[in-house]
């Protein structure tokens, strides 16, 4: 019980920014005494627990929870149905990570999470940015700069070439690629990109040897996706047939050749690809099926579908994430009651 309440301590304590030298100061101890605390040397007084509970913002129950993989839990919880994380929730899994981080067991893991903790902290940011420049261009509305915030915070489309091309990430694939050649996810980044950019001689040569380490349906992807942009559409389609016809059991094939006839405005037949997607997905489940059906649905004015959709996602999160709460579902809560306003 000592080690659990140590290290319960000491992760409330960081979570809250606070030093030992504060926290002891808060409750009329020494310095020393809380890093006994810390440490498992010795166990705070039960008539200070409810004043420590207090300081910390958490329960006295909470401070004898389990141990690393509780707060693991909670905080890829917290990444993942958290739009805006609070100032405390974010410097709490910020500094319980940095700290995984320095552990070998935990250190694999604690940085992923950490990656994905900053990025979803850039995301809020620039929703944000998204909120001020909606209120600038009321304000200003022929403001270049102004529309360039908006469209920047919700990934819009710019024609300079030299903002948008992805020189920058593709040299950090090719050398990626140099220093781990069976990796094969690293040549898939590095062929999106190419792609994105009409570097088509190169995708060519870097999904040859994607396809030289393991043949598996992206091989025929990547080539319907090069074709199209180098070719057009005509070209990519035999490509995407023969594709569906040697995977057609796996689901993501269905899910990216959808994902090609949404891009191109086929939505019918993009609804009916991310429905076999869906019906192929096994549990751990992923909302991006549904919520592509959702928002296409919305495009196309169906509303009763887009409904239908919409709680798949809920349902999916609930029942293989155990999410229940946060601003992910409230998000989609009210894009349902949105969706039932305008029928009725």
């Known amino acids: 019980m000592q080690n659990n309440i140590a290290k319960q301590i ?15 100061a808060a409750l009329n101890v020494t310095s020393q005494a809380v890093s006994k605390w810390e440490n498992g040397l010795s166990y705070p007084d ?15 129950d909470a401070l004898f929870e389990s141990g690393t993989e509780t707060h693991l839990k909670r905080i890829d919880k917290m990444i993942y149905s958290e739009v805006k994380l609070s100032k405390e929730d974010f410097e709490y899994a910020e500094n319980f990570l940095k700290e995984g981080c320095l552990k070998l067991d935990t250190k694999k893991r604690c940085l992923t999470m950490l990656g994905n903790l900053y990025n979803q902290r850039a ?8 909120e001020i420049a909606k209120i600038a261009l009321e304000v200003e509305p022929e403001n270049h700069e102004n529309h360039a915030i908006l469209c920047e915070g919700m990934d819009g489309t710019f024609l300079d070439w030299c ?31 190419l792609v994105a950019d009409g570097r088509f001689a190169e995708a060519n040569e870097a999904l040859e040897k994607l396809r030289s380490i393991k043949e598996t349906y992206h091989y025929l992807l990547y080539k319907a996706y090069i074709a199209q942009y180098e070719f057009g559409w005509e070209a990519a389609e035999p490509y995407l047939q023969e594709m569906i016809e040697m995977y057609g059991n796996d689901e993501h094939a269905w899910n990216e050749r959808a994902s090609l006839y949404a891009k191109r405005g086929q939505f019918d037949k993009a609804i009916a690809d991310f429905e076999m997607a869906a019906g192929l997905e096994q549990s751990p489940r992923y909302v991006d099926n549904y919520l592509s059906i959702a928002q296409i649905a919305t495009i196309c004015g169906d509303k009763k579908k887009a409904i239908e959709a919409y709680r798949k996602v809920i349902e999916i999160y609930r029942e293989d994430w155990e999410t229940d709460e946060g601003e992910v579902i409230r998000e989609y809560l009210q894009k349902i009651a949105d969706l039932q306003k305008e029928q009725e």
Do not use: F
């Open 163 to 193: 903002i948008t091309n992805h020189s920058r990430v593709i040299d950090y694939y090719k050398d990626y690629t140099k220093k781990h050649p069976s990796d094969r996810a690293g040549y898939m980044w590095l062929i999106d990109n």
């Open 10 to 24: 000491r992760t409330h304590r960081l979570r809250c920014n606070l030093t030992q030298e504060k926290l002891a």
């Open 46 to 60: 039960i008539s200070i627990l409810p004043e420590l509970s207090a300081i910390l913002g958490t329960t006295i």
């Open 123 to 130: 995301l809020a940011y620039r929703e944000k940015a998204v």
